[in-house]
């Protein structure tokens, strides 16, 4: 069934349900565009939840003088930890010295270079270390006795995506997951519009059709990019993208203190080991040129045991790939360029605006921490292209739930005084994962129903349903939480189960 066209008109038509879309969907929405996006599996189902969850200036991009995204990158940080203090949050690395792979002098400079880029409030500063006497020594294999401390930010990346996408709606954006985009094709005949603009047809996971208009589209498609531009255009876009597969394993916990590594690998490349999910310790990432699908993407055998290798090489506890309880492993489009190492290839990012027939903006690159500033640049065009300004205003909004007064802490003291029963792991992840929002899902006064999976309530089940676009499993134990590593196969079966029970239409 088609829909009429002249009642689904709109000034921005976002394709892609990454970081990147959702962020250009909130800013775009904020400033008064009518906004649709659409994507076509759930938020954050591919890249954007496939990150290693850092919110970081790229040390290591100092190494390729890629001085201008690191600035760039630590601006950020700084504006990101201050709209999103719940899931995001402040992390000192531990870089044990090896120094047969890079001297402690160039170390050095490039953490002075690290701490001076940019202005920086909330962040400790870089130093050295003896580990000897440091806590994260103990860890590690004899023979390091030397290392390096900074900072940078971890983050919830799948939630970052949600809440984009949440607060893109409550300034008016529809939000359509698992909706295609088969095509656009420009267009003449659109009503009140009187210019040229698109016309787009959709289809939902159920194959039902649908068509809108709108005056530009921006294409966030990621890996998909030159593709949909391509096959909108009838031409090849300016830049190029190189696919480069990330994978990442976790590991039971390695260390039982707060600090990460970063060490450095025998090829030169970086791996981190960072504390995940209590329980764990996260290692990764591998950089490999990737060819085939991105929707198929896996971590193979030797990308296993790669990160195992280099793991051994600095910690006590030797790892096998039988220890690997999980894995993921995402596509990254990068932005073309010289390189020939996919370690080298840039973090930056490129926007190509067609105006005619119509503004067509296509994002190629990206990391993402920047992703707010690519937004806001990418609705800086788009408006400049339709003729509808407006001042920005993302970077001082806090994400939906950052607004805390009075700091995690205190809120989960507040949610354990609702409600006592409930453990404080829980807790805890209740006020990271929702921030201020969690008193109202959680309130006194609200029932929390029969508990589906350890620590997940019909209450938080059917927010999500409801809420924040959730319809499987997967969507609530991997991306709206990491419950999935805690859980059995048959507690993963009831959410299943009470979500095509008990979930309602929005």
């Known amino acids: 069934m088609t829909a009429d066209v002249g009642s689904n008109i709109f000034d921005l038509l976002v394709v892609g349900g990454g970081i990147n879309g959702a962020g250009v969907a909130r800013d775009a929405a904020g400033r008064g565009l009518r906004v649709m996006l659409v994507e076509r599996d759930d938020l954050a189902s591919h890249t954007s939840s496939a990150s290693t969850k850092l919110i970081h200036g790229g040390l290591r991009y100092l190494e390729f003088m890629e001085f201008g995204l690191v600035r760039k990158a630590l601006l950020e940080r700084e504006v990101l930890l201050g709209i999103a203090p719940h899931i995001i949050s402040p992390l000192r690395f531990i870089m044990p010295h090896e120094p047969s792979l890079r001297p402690a002098w160039m170390i050095r400079i490039g953490l002075f270079l690290y701490d001076h880029l940019a202005h920086r409030k909330k962040l400790e500063g870089s130093r050295g270390v003896d580990l000897r006497h440091h806590p994260a020594g103990l860890p590690l294999r004899e023979g390091f006795r030397r290392g390096f401390e900074y900072s940078d930010g971890w983050v919830d990346d799948a939630r970052l995506v949600v809440l984009n996408a949440i607060d893109a709606q409550e300034h008016g954006a529809t939000i359509l997951t698992r909706t295609r985009c088969i095509k656009i094709t420009p267009t003449t005949d659109a009503g009140a519009i009187e210019q040229p603009c698109w016309t787009a047809t959709l289809q939902d996971d159920n194959g039902k059709q649908s068509v809108v208009t709108t005056r530009a589209v921006v294409n966030a498609t990621g890996p998909w990019a030159a593709g949909f531009h391509d096959a909108a255009t009838r031409g090849r876009s300016k830049h190029g993208l190189r696919l480069i597969k990330g994978s990442h394993i976790v590991v039971r916990k390695l260390f039982d203190h707060p600090y990460a590594y970063i060490l450095q690998a025998t090829d030169r490349r970086i791996v981190f080991a960072i504390p995940y999910e209590q329980d764990f310790t996260m290692i990764g990432t591998t950089d490999i040129e990737y060819h085939a699908d991105p929707r198929e993407v896996t971590i193979d055998a030797d990308e296993t045991a790669y990160l195992c290798e280099q793991s051994n090489r600095y910690f006590r506890t030797m790892l096998s790939p039988a220890d690997v309880v999980s894995s993921w492993s995402g596509v990254r489009p990068l ?32 990391k993402i921490t920047t992703y707010r500033v690519l937004a806001e640049e990418a609705v800086d065009l788009v408006t400049s292209a339709i003729d509808k300004k407006a001042r920005h ?114």
């Open 335 to 366: 932005l073309e360029d010289e390189s020939t190492d996919a370690r080298a290839v840039t973090r930056d990012y490129a926007l190509e605006l067609e105006k005619t027939p119509a503004p067509l903006l296509s994002v190629f690159g990206g």
């Open 393 to 506: 205003w993302t970077a001082s909004r806090p994400l939906p739930g950052g607004d805390l007064t009075s700091g995690l802490e205190s809120l989960e003291r507040e949610l354990s005084a609702m409600h006592p029963e409930i453990s404080r792991n829980t807790v805890n992840r209740w006020a990271r994962a929702y921030g201020s929002r969690a008193l109202t899902i959680f309130s006194r006064s609200n029932e929390l129903g029969s508990e589906i999976a350890p620590g997940l309530y019909e209450v938080e089940l059917r927010y999500l349903y409801q809420t924040e676009w959730a319809r499987t499993a997967d969507d609530v134990l991997w991306r709206r939480s990491k419950l999935g590593l805690h859980i059995d196969a048959q507690s993963t079966q009831r959410v299943a189960e009470w979500l095509k029970t008990h979930g309602r239409p929005q």
